[in-house]
């Protein structure tokens, strides 16, 4: 109805592009194993893209779902838009929609009622300090154009985020993702966190700074892959001298031959289309044993730069990426790391020098001493600072054999619907500063 | 080193072990502002950290300043948050970087 109204009201020198995020969905927030908001929310907001002569600007607004409301808004939208545009300058690497392509992709799930979920969340953790956030419901993504490109993704999905804390204010962290509730899954799922919290419960190990040999559990290494995002893979970032991954496309470095990372959509939690309706290939491979093999290229920098578009969207950011698998079987995770430390999850990671790929962060939750093959201790956190090109390089062990699906859980603005698959890496010589 | 321009931060969930990252810094030698240093970045934990400070500046350096997302907490929550301070001067910290 609203690509209909906006093709009465363009005129034939303007283009526009809209882009749709709904969601429905049950949020319910605990600590200390108790209910401390619960609601349901419906909402959907539109992003309104106007071109016309070179030049384009947007306006995003929520809807009501009472047309007579909305279209009010969206007209008014549309004049404000027109009376803005003429005053900007021209945008040389603009690029307007262009296509016929067309999806329609619908994901369902069978997920928990929302009067079952009390039980299903509750009915097993009564015993302890439990907090997090269950969210559910659908999630749409959607896009349409003047040019008559249309693309629909819908998926339901939940997501548990949740931590344990024992009395001595430790914590392990848990979460359940995904399409389909299983209460039997969920109950495993608990007893793993248990498992940790108990072995958390040992006396602390305090480690002095150093290089350690260290196992990276699939949580963690997923806290690794948003940097990829963040002056990594982009062209436009490789291009204006942002990106670590610059030495790598000129040839002075690579990282280890069992690193290979790619994009894949194939798994059908993230839509492929772009902001401009583009679809990205179901498969990219952004590093093929350790050298970078493709970037992502957007439709502006494909512009700016004589290049072919891959379908990225305008930040270049990764949507669906995977680390694939390597050889170390999960069974002899400890027994391979011998003496070092195992690390369940990193936190708070930020680049202190992104032109040598270095960064920085801490460890976080369960993260315990092993000597022998054996958990020793719980260890007192520690940061780390070391470069991406020493630990995915020279320094980077081997990967476990399987994968795990780690859930994005934000929900700032709205819940998050990507996911990260990565496997487990085992490291030498991780290196601790404080 | 005069740390002039943040843009790297990361700090731990008891808000005890951090560490900063600046764009742009100078060294100060004799009083006066020097060589250019790159990426400059220093570490510390909290308490040594404003144990150590020994200088705070006066009403011409203060400003305010804040950001859109700030976030913290399990489960994690967001706010807009701001706050003021004038330079400031501390001893004894760990800093370090600029290999580019």
């Given amino acids: 109805m609203t690509l209909d109204f906006l093709a009465t009201l363009r005129t034939q020198q303007e283009q526009f592009t809209l882009s749709l995020m709904a969601e429905q969905s049950q949020f319910c927030r605990f600590n200390r194993s108790k209910v401390r908001q619960t609601g349901q929310i419906l909402e959907a907001s539109l992003r309104l893209t106007w071109i016309t002569n070179a030049r384009s600007s947007y306006r995003e607004f929520p809807l009501s779902g009472d047309w007579k409301y909305d279209r009010a808004l969206i007209e008014t939208c549309v004049v404000d838009l027109r009376n803005e545009i003429p005053q900007l300058p021209e945008n040389p690497y603009l690029v307007e929609p262009k296509g016929n392509s067309t999806s329609d992709s619908i994901h369902n799930g069978q997920l928990l009622e929302p009067h079952e979920v009390l039980f299903g969340v509750f009915s097993s953790i009564t015993d302890l300090d439990f907090v997090g956030i269950y969210s559910a419901g659908w999630s749409v993504r959607a896009y349409g154009d003047s040019v008559g490109q249309y693309h629909w993704f819908m998926s339901e999905a939940f997501s548990l985020d949740y931590s344990l804390f024992n009395s001595l204010g430790q914590a392990v962290k848990g979460i359940y ?24 419960s040992r006396p602390s190990k305090r480690l002095d700074r150093g290089k350690y040999r260290t196992y990276l559990a699939p ?14 893979v982009s062209e436009a970032d490789l291009r ?18 069992k690193l290979n990372l790619i994009e894949n959509f194939g798994r059908g939690t993230v839509p492929r289309f772009n902001e401009l309706g583009e679809v990205a290939p179901e498969k990219l491979t952004i590093l093929n044993q350790g050298r970078l093999e493709n970037t992502l290229i957007s439709s502006r920098t494909a512009k700016e730069y004589g290049l072919m578009s891959n379908g990225a969207t305008q930040g270049e950011e990764l949507r669906a ?32 020098d992104r032109p040598q790929g270095r960064l920085t962060g801490m460890t976080r939750y369960a993260c ?33 054999d399987t994968q795990e699906c780690i859930p994005n859980v934000e ?4 819940r998050s619907i ?17 | ?80 948050v701001g706050h003021a301070s004038p330079v400031a001067v501390f001893t004894d910290i760990e800093v370090f970087g600029g290999d580019a």
């Fill in chain 1, 177 to 200: 993702a995904g399409s389909i509730w299983n209460p039997d899954t969920y109950r495993l799922n608990l007893e793993q966190s248990r498992l940790q919290l108990r072995r958390q």
């Fill in chain 1, 368 to 400: 315990f001493w092993v000597e022998g093959g054996e958990l020793v201790a719980p260890i007192e956190h520690l940061r780390f600072d070391d470069s991406l090109y020493s630990f995915w390089g020279e320094n980077l062990i081997g990967l476990t």
């Fill in chain 1, 219 to 232: 949580a963690s290494v997923a806290e690794l892959i948003p940097m990829m995002s963040w002056g990594g």
């Fill in chain 1, 321 to 352: 990426p995977e680390i694939l698998p390597g050889e170390i079987a999960v069974a002899d995770i400890l027994s391979k790391l011998d003496t070092g430390i195992y690390v369940s999850n990193l936190h708070y990671l930020n680049w202190s």
């Fill in chain 1, 240 to 257: 204006q001298g942002g990106s670590w991954l610059l030495p790598m496309r000129q040839g002075d470095r690579q990282l280890s031959h």
């Fill in chain 2, 1 to 80: 080193v005069y740390m002039e321009t943040n843009r790297s931060w990361s700090i731990d969930d008891q808000r005890h072990k951090f560490q900063f990252s600046c764009e742009y810094g100078r060294l100060i030698e004799n009083g006066q502002l020097t060589t250019v240093v790159k990426n400059p970045n220093y570490r510390g934990t909290t308490p040594e950290f404003w144990a150590n400070l020994v200088g705070v500046g006066d009403r011409a350096s203060w400003n305010v300043y804040g950001t859109p997302s700030c976030g913290k907490g399990e489960p994690n929550q967001l706010i807009t």
């Fill in chain 1, 418 to 434: 990507d996911t990260r698959w990565t496997p487990g890496m085992l490291i030498e010589n991780f290196t601790y500063t404080l």
């Fill in chain 1, 411 to 414: 929900s700032y603005d709205r």
